[in-house]
């Protein structure tokens, strides 16, 4: 049993001198880049590209979040109502997270030089971003990865060989994929994408599936917000999302996306967006008080927390999900975050 | 939970650790532990479904003490309760739903007004594995080979022990109880065996399988726009996905288990080398092939009869294989394919007339052998396409698109490139041919830091195919 036990950890310490080798190989950027280009995930490229044809943002809008900020602001119509200098640019990547959002920024700001204007960062209207994208050690540095472990994420592990995979793929990649798909090239000047419409009653039906999982997020985050003694279940609940969901790492990244934007003097808000459950029931404001609670550091006088609050968003019919809006639904998001942009331009 | 997760990593540290260092030397203790935690690994998938294989459990130990026990009639009345109880659950679970839509869709063309509601239940998971492995119990104790067993944690062990329990083997009683009742001391040479098993096993299924699995979706799902070439390569990557699927799944299961000093029946043996379809059959899914030999093929005369009796058998076996599969006619249709060509080998050479020492002699040149492992193997990735297809529509559909699209195109380079990964891999299959179970280089005096390179080698493709490419659950999951 020794010997076999001996032999087994002889070989997972060398297999870890291997791996550890392939880690802080670093690739070209571009090439880290090309591989989301006929995925899903294609926005990844089309930013990276757009970025490089990018000299400054100085008078630019930036929209930075998840799918529901992708698929949520129309930037062409922003565009086309701001008469003014200033432009407006979505960088949001389907099913992103704040550790993404984080590198992103860090990119722009740091290595680029880019200094946006303003920018907006994206929260659901029910929840916090959790675990983390399937692409964050394709445009995380691989000692950024390394950094995350120390930021606490629970998912150190799994980004570390995600990292060593993107790097032995640069040569086992030549037999591992089909062509991808050229449909799923994102091709736009703007960074937008709609969303497929879909019919209210199959709105519905994904609503009351999931609006018992919401409600019973907002109570614990009402019970959490009451403050005092926590009952056990909560605690459980509580420790549980932060840990395993990987949600403690999330607040984490953003809390250095904040602090960066405040390094470098960029103006940002806080976008809450529209979620059906929340709408109904009338809690848009649960997710701001807890932004609020949770992030310190910010300085809400000068930093909004953007809470969407209109009847529009109680109907299916702007919906594709709980979460995600239609064109019709983007377009009214779009209007209302231009009207909170520029206050000036309601009359 | 799936043999390829994190999460199997870390329960098998767990079992393996509690097992050996632990309970060491504590014999009941150590079988206990390995039923629990085939509870454990069961209830990953749909924890209440416990109570659906319990059930059985309880009705073969109980069948199997009655048969013994009983004589005349009597044995054989419990003989058919215990079978008709088993395949019931079997039949609710896997067919209800199957046989209540086909007999909707008759009614409704003979114009009766006649429909009952399917029932649309989720199937257990690895049901018609355990299943047939009851069965095979029963029926063994019935024809008086085996005892029947009396320690309930045994038997339970034997019927949910967790490297098998979802997708086989499918194991016989005298090769397995025994096992479960001899006190274990660990021996390094089955464990580290056992650890190369699981190794090669998952190189097959994340590798192998996962990266064909890419080129077979995209054939299979894009048929109607591709060239000819790129379908036959899509068909010959979903062989080589199911191969790689299974027998990946198969080796670490027998791995897995010799970890735990119970060793496991082959399952596979380098089915694609196989030179006819009847060889082909003694190398692939072993375990099934000879369940339906011995408690089907056998029982109904198997090659001993003559005329077209002999041709009802194959049908007979072939056809059942093909539902054991699953409750679609695409399985069996595949199976009917299977017993068409099989029944033409048997047509040709006649083995039930010529003694098999005429069939050992004759002579076999190497060509023949390539000629007829080539044509072996198309017949085998034709009756894929029925499997892997969606219906038996859009089978027929992708065959045709191979013949009426046109036959070189652009995607055809795209798909020449599976070639990389499959070339080396039969030949890496070819050189291993004489390893004992096919694990992998046991047979070869390599020295040890080639092998030990070998093994660094297959981990990284492992960790790279792991996490940059889709993963498909495994196939024989859902049988």
């Given amino acids: 049993m020794k010997t076999f036990a001996k032999k087994i950890l002889f070989r997972i310490f060398l297999l870890t001198l291997v791996v550890s080798a392939l880690f802080v190989l670093k690739l070209p950027r571009s090439y880290y880049f090309s591989i989301p280009e006929k995925t899903d995930f294609s926005k990844m490229t089309w930013i990276e590209n757009k970025l490089n044809a990018t000299n400054n943002l100085d008078s630019t809008v930036v929209f930075m979040g998840s799918s529901i900020c992708f698929n949520g602001i129309n930037d062409s119509l922003l565009n086309s109502w701001d008469t003014s200098t200033t432009q407006y640019l979505n960088l949001g990547i389907t099913h992103t997270c704040y550790a993404i959002i984080d590198v992103l920024l860090e990119n722009l700001v740091e290595e680029r030089k880019l200094h946006p204007k303003k920018v907006l960062l994206c929260f659901k209207g029910d929840a916090m971003a959790n675990n983390i994208h399937n692409f964050y050690s394709l445009v995380a540095e691989s000692d950024q990865i390394l950094q995350s472990a120390a930021d606490g994420n629970m998912l150190f592990i799994p980004s570390f060989l995600k990292r060593v995979s993107w790097n032995v793929n640069s040569v086992t990649r030549s037999f591992k994929y089909v062509e991808g798909d050229d449909r799923l090239i994102f091709r736009s000047d703007y960074g937008f994408d709609p969303q497929r419409r879909r019919d209210s009653l199959e709105v519905e039906k994904i609503y009351k599936r999931l609006k018992t999982g919401s409600e019973a997020n907002f109570a614990s985050i009402e019970q959490e917000a009451k403050g005092g003694s926590r009952s056990l279940k909560l605690r459980l609940l509580l420790t549980k999302i932060d840990y395993l969901e990987n949600v403690k790492f999330q607040r984490t990244e953003f809390e250095r996306s904040a602090a960066l934007l405040d390094k470098y003097g960029i103006d940002y808000d806080i976008i809450l967006y529209p979620n059906l459950v929340s709408a109904r029931l009338g809690k848009e404001y649960l997710m701001a008080d807890y932004i609020k609670r949770t992030f310190t550091n910010i300085d809400y006088s000068k930093h909004e927390v953007i809470m969407i609050n209109d009847s529009a968003f109680r109907n299916a019919a702007n919906f594709v999900d709980v979460n995600h809006l239609n064109p019709d639904g983007a377009e009214i998001l779009t209007r209302i975050v231009y009207e909170k942009l520029n206050p000036k331009s309601v009359n | ?479």
């Avoid at chain 2, 416990?50 to 059930?55: S, Y």
């Avoid at chain 2, 007999?103 to 029932?119: E, K, Q, T």
Wanted: net charge positive.
């Fill in chain 2, 1 to 479: 939970m799936l043999f390829n997760s994190p999460e199997f990593l870390v329960f098998l540290i767990i079992v393996f650790i509690a097992y050996w260092i632990i309970l060491k030397d504590r014999h009941r203790l150590q079988s206990t532990l390995l039923l629990v935690s085939s509870c454990i690994f069961y209830m990953f998938f749909i924890p209440k479904y416990i109570f659906i294989l319990f059930i059985t459990i309880l009705i073969d130990y109980f069948a199997g003490m009655k048969i013994a026990t009983s004589e005349g009639r009597k044995r054989k009345v419990y003989l058919i309760v215990s079978i008709i109880s088993t395949c019931m659950v079997l039949f609710v679970f896997k067919y209800y739903d199957f046989f209540v839509s086909n007999v909707n869709s008759i009614s409704s063309l003979v114009g009766w007004n006649y429909s009952v509601d399917v029932m649309k239940i989720i199937l257990p998971i690895g049901l018609s594995f355990h299943t047939f492995q009851s069965l095979s119990y029963v029926i063994e104790v019935y024809r008086r080979k085996q005892e029947p067993e009396k320690d309930f944690l045994i038997y339970s062990l034997y019927v949910m022990y967790f490297p098998q329990l979802v997708a086989g083997p499918i194991e016989r009683a005298s090769n397995l109880l025994h096992q479960f009742h001899e006190k274990k001391k660990f021996h390094f040479k089955l464990a580290a065996e056992g650890m190369h098993q699981i190794l090669w096993g998952m190189f097959k299924k994340v590798v192998i399988a996962d990266t064909c699995a890419a080129y077979a979706n995209h054939a299979f799902s894009s048929h109607d726009t591709l060239s000819g070439f790129s379908l036959i390569i899509g068909a010959v990557a979903f062989a080589f996905q199911i191969y790689g699927d299974f027998s990946g799944y198969s080796d670490i299961a027998l791995g897995t288990s010799k970890l735990f000093g119970v060793r496991l029946m082959r399952n596979f043996n380098l089915p694609y080398f196989a030179t006819n379809i009847a060889e082909f059959w003694r190398r692939w899914h072993i375990s099934l092939s000879t369940w339906f030999r011995d408690y089907v093929y056998f029982p109904l005369g198997g090659s001993r009869v003559d005329g077209w009796k002999l041709y009802r058998n194959v049908f007979v076996i072939f056809v059942l294989s093909g539902i054991w599969h699953g409750a679609n006619w695409t399985f069996v249709m595949w199976g009917l394919i299977h017993s068409v060509f099989y029944s033409f080998y048997v047509l040709i050479y006649k083995p039930h007339k010529k003694s098999k020492a005429i069939l050992a002699e004759k002579k076999s040149s190497r060509l023949s052998d390539i000629t007829g492992g080539v044509i072996t193997f198309a017949i085998v990735t034709f009756a894929w396409v029925f499997f892997r297809a969606a219906n038996v529509n859009e089978a027929f559909a992708y065959i045709a698109d191979i013949f009426t699209q046109p036959f070189l195109g652009q995607d055809a380079k795209s798909f020449l490139r599976l070639g990389i990964l499959i070339i080396p891999f039969l030949l890496l299959e070819w050189f291993n041919r004489y390893s004992s179970e096919g694990v992998i280089f046991s047979s070869y005096n390599i020295k040890p830091s080639v092998r030990l390179a070998i093994e660094l080698v297959l981990a990284v493709l492992i960790i790279d195919c792991f996490y940059t490419l889709d993963h498909e659950q495994f196939i024989y999951f859902q049988f």
